[in-house]
């Protein structure tokens, strides 16, 4: 069975380089970009097993132009009728741009030149392409041919090109250009080439020095056989050894063959080349012919520009793709869908230190009129120029660290997390990644992020979340002290399993308050070790600037615990988003442990206020009492705590809490049967109403700004006096279908009674599921709760 030699060179021997002294390839640099021709719809779709449809090679075309290629060689004329017509069908269809020149291949066959030059008759202009064998090997084994007769057939049909070119010129106004190719050019004897190319240049008889008039020598590396030095070599030879020069445009064709083609084309240009031929992300014969993206964006990552765009090259992949149905891999240079990828974590930490770096580099540069210039560890190209996102640029795997994965939590959640919650969140990631042994989707990990940090609300909720609260300062119990600074007071409800509870506390801040609460009203003893906070880029809109803030958590009694628990909030108010992050790290701490219940029975001593008693109401009847009526009622409270001995029960208070406030009552002296709301275009909202005044039901229409200031407009047709409202809030109460509305009414009721103003305040509490409804009905039950004198 055949296989790989011991001994190869008993079957292949190896090329012999040229000896080329003094080369001067070496010391160049490259200055600026060579010309360009795409051979895609021809080197390229005489390679695919299913050669491209018209419609597949029009849609190729148009993409080349639209990249800004300015020559392409579109066909084989006289290879088939489809590239004959697909010739045809660009030049009648008008599809070839003016400043686009299209570049037919013939072999050094009259008939078959005579129909290549057919095909572009009428067009504006063209390049004719023609081609023949000139090494040892071919000249031996394929033509059978002498040196002398290799050049004769070149020279033969040089000058039938130019004479059916001149024709064609004459009767269509066609302009030509003429291109020869010693295909097979690296294995010719480098003499031999200059020589035949020599002679091929006298055929043509009218190459001159501008840019138009220069005949084009394409030197292929038909098969690839050398390492790109020595086609270095073999170009710089030909470069410094052709005559007239200066009439001559050097074209390079490489093949791919050694995986070389990219190389060799750089190589090549350095040695003198002005233009190379290839195809789009490397399609051709074999192994491909040399890739023009790939050569393109290797200068333009030098700062040259590459006179070709692929700012979209998704889409350029895409229909490359789509015509010649051959994949891109994976880790094609600049087009690959992984080449923009670093799973790993040193990688992932470089990348995402990079950008940071960067951006405050950028940032400068841009205060000082400088560079925005593109320096970023492992990414040689901005994925941006190209239409990429950096999405992709990390991805997380088991082999990823926590650089990485803080980038994606920045880069999606905008969280620029603190370097120790990096590592701590960098563990959960590792553990989910590991178990589930696959790649962490950004999804995952923002989705993980938000579960173990209790981060965004709604279903990510945690068990304890803030509603509302309040920062006081109050002066320090230690006020003798000379610098006694004022302590702060956290007020504010928080819900706790789904049970909204007031807790209050105090501390030195409003973090150190939040814990203290936590501690009284939750048993939870945590002290602050670590907070850093930032704000959330807010460069495009400052009226929306939000605070992040980080906290770490560890057990009051042992500060120097290993053990801790990070939280992080986030939330317009700085103050807010502390809070937020202590209760997001106190989620963590807690877990599925059970916390203490409110307590029932409410003992009242110098440490009882306010918030106990909004927070028992609260959790009996779900009310968020607005702050006057807390402290109404808190006088109310303490009024009846003296009846009860100093000791008030739960129970008793939300059935004091009912009777003073009327809430839940039947209906009081003043009540509202039905109504209908009406809005009166510029003047409001009219209020008709069956009404119940002091037991009578009466009818009643009145107007306002409001349904409110309408209802009360109804009113005083019944009362005498004035009533106004000094407070109105609501909230919402319970959850999706049961929602219903909350209102709270304050209302002040001016009377003059027997010659005497009297001036009442009262009350009221209603929930319906209309908002309207419980607006307007708080409004009954406040007044009546004002003594109301009647008309
Ligand atoms: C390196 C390259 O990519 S070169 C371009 C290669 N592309 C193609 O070949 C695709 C299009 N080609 C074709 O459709 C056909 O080959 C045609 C129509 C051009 C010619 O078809 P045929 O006449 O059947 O010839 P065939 O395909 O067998 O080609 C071999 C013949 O052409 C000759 N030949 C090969 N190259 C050339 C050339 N550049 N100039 C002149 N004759 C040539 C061979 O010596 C051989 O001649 P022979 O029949 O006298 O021995
Ligand atoms: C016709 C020539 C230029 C060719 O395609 C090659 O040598 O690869």
């Not at 580099?361 to 040689?380: F, S, T």
């Not at 003296?642 to 059935?655: C, F, H, M």
């Not at 009113?715 to 106004?724: K, P, R, V, Y």
């Not at 109460?733 to 009377?751: I, K, M, Q, R």
Request: hydrophobic content about 35%; charged content about 25%.
């Amino acid at each position: 069975m055949p296989c790989m030699l011991h001994d190869p060179t008993q079957k292949y021997i190896p090329y012999t380089p040229l000896k080329l002294e003094n080369r001067q390839w070496p010391t160049k640099t490259f200055t600026k970009a060579p010309v360009w021709l795409s051979t895609d719809l021809r080197d390229g779709n005489q390679a695919l097993a299913n050669p491209m449809t018209i419609e597949q090679k029009t849609t190729f075309f148009e993409l080349l132009v639209e990249c800004g290629y300015k020559e392409i060689e579109i066909a084989y004329p006289a290879a088939s009728d489809t590239d004959f017509g697909f010739v045809r069908g660009l030049i009648e269809q008008k599809l070839v741009p003016d400043d686009v020149w299209i570049q037919v291949l013939t072999p050094a066959r009259e008939d078959l030149i005579r129909r290549t030059v057919d095909s572009v008759a009428g067009c504006k202009q063209a390049i004719i392409h023609m081609y023949n064998a000139t090494s040892p090997l071919f000249r031996g084994v394929v033509f059978k041919n002498s040196k002398e007769e290799t050049i004769d057939l070149a020279v033969k049909h040089t000058k039938i090109v130019r004479r059916l070119t001149e024709e064609c010129t004459q009767k269509y106004g066609t302009q030509f250009r003429y291109e020869y190719s010693p295909e097979t050019f690296t294995q010719t004897e480098p003499e031999f080439a200059v020589e035949i190319c020599d002679a091929v240049k006298a055929a043509w008889g009218k190459a001159g020095s501008d840019h138009l008039s220069k005949i084009i020598f394409n030197l292929p590396a038909t098969v690839e056989i050398a390492p790109p030095n020595h086609f270095a070599d073999q170009v710089e030879y030909f470069h410094t050894h052709i005559s007239e020069r200066q009439n001559i445009l050097i074209s390079l064709h490489p093949h791919n063959d050694r995986g070389s083609g990219i190389a060799a084309a750089e190589l090549g240009m350095l040695a003198g080349a002005d233009r190379v031929e290839g195809c789009l992300f490397g399609n051709g014969e074999r192994t491909g012919n040399v890739d023009l993206v790939n050569l393109a964006l290797n200068l333009y990552t030098q700062g040259i520009s590459p006179n070709v765009d692929f700012s979209d090259l998704q889409h350029v992949i895409d229909v490359v793709t789509q015509c010649n149905d051959l994949p891109v891999h994976p880790r094609h240079p600049y087009a690959g869908e992984l080449v923009f990828t670093a799973f790993s974590g040193s990688h992932q930490d470089a990348i995402k230190k990079g950008f940071e770096e960067q951006g405050k580099r950028h940032a400068l540069a841009r205060e000082q009129g400088g560079k925005e210039i593109w320096e970023m560890p492992y990414l040689p190209i901005d994925p941006a120029d190209l239409g990429q996102n950096y999405e992709a640029v990390i991805r997380v795997n088991s082999q990823s660290g926590k650089g990485g994965i803080a980038y994606l939590v920045k880069q999606h959640l905008h969280l620029d997390l603190p370097r120790k919650m990096q590592i701590a969140f960098y563990q959960v990631v590792q553990t989910i990644s590991d178990r589930e042994a696959r790649e962490m989707t950004v999804e995952d990990i923002t989705t993980a992020f938000r579960e173990t940090y209790r981060f965004g609300g709604g279903k990510y909720e945690g068990r304890l979340a803030l509603r509302s609260f309040k920062i006081s300062s109050a002066p320090s119990a230690d006020s003798s002290a000379e610098e006694a600074e004022d302590i702060r007071q956290f007020d504010g409800t928080i819900s706790v399993d789904g049970v909204l509870r007031v807790i209050r506390g105090d501390g030195n801040g409003p973090i150190s308050a939040l814990l203290n609460a936590l501690r009284t009203h939750l048993n939870v003893d945590l002290a602050l070790r670590e907070y850093t906070e930032h704000s959330i880029d807010t460069q495009a809109d400052l009226q929306n600037s939000r605070a992040a803030s980080y906290i770490e958590l560890v057990p009051a009694d042992d500060r120097k615990s290993t053990r801790s628990w990070w939280g992080v909030g986030v939330d317009r108010d700085i103050a807010g988003s502390g809070l937020r992050a202590v209760l997001s790290a106190v989620n963590t701490h807690i877990g599925d442990r059970a916390l203490p219940e409110l307590k029932l029975s409410l003992g009242f001593d110098a440490r009882s206020g306010q918030s106990d008693i909004a927070s028992a109401i609260l959790n009996s009847l779900g009310l968020e009492l607005p702050r006057r009526l807390q402290t109404a009622f808190f006088e109310v409270v303490q009024r009846a705590a003296r009846n009860y001995g100093n000791e008030i029960s739960y129970d008793a208070l939300t059935v004091l809490f009912k009777e003073t406030y009327g809430y839940d009552s039947p209906e009081g002296r003043v009540a509202l049967r039905s109504f209908e709301l009406e809005r009166i275009a510029g003047s409001g909202i009219r209020l008709s109403g069956a009404f119940v005044f002091d037991g009578r039901e009466k009818r009643a229409q009145g107007q306002g700004n409001g349904p409110l200031s309408a209802a009360l407009a109804c009113l005083h047709q019944a009362i005498q006096g004035t009533l106004t409202i000094r407070e109105y809030s609501e909230h919402a109460l319970g959850e999706g279908t049961e929602v219903g509305a909350a209102s709270y009414v304050e209302l002040v009721y001016d009377v003059v009674e027997n010659g005497k103003p009297r001036k009442t305040t009262g009350w009221g509490v209603v929930v319906d599921t209309d908002i309207a409804a419980s607006g307007l009905h708080a409004v009954m039950t406040a007044a009546s709760r004002v003594d109301v004198v009647w008309k």
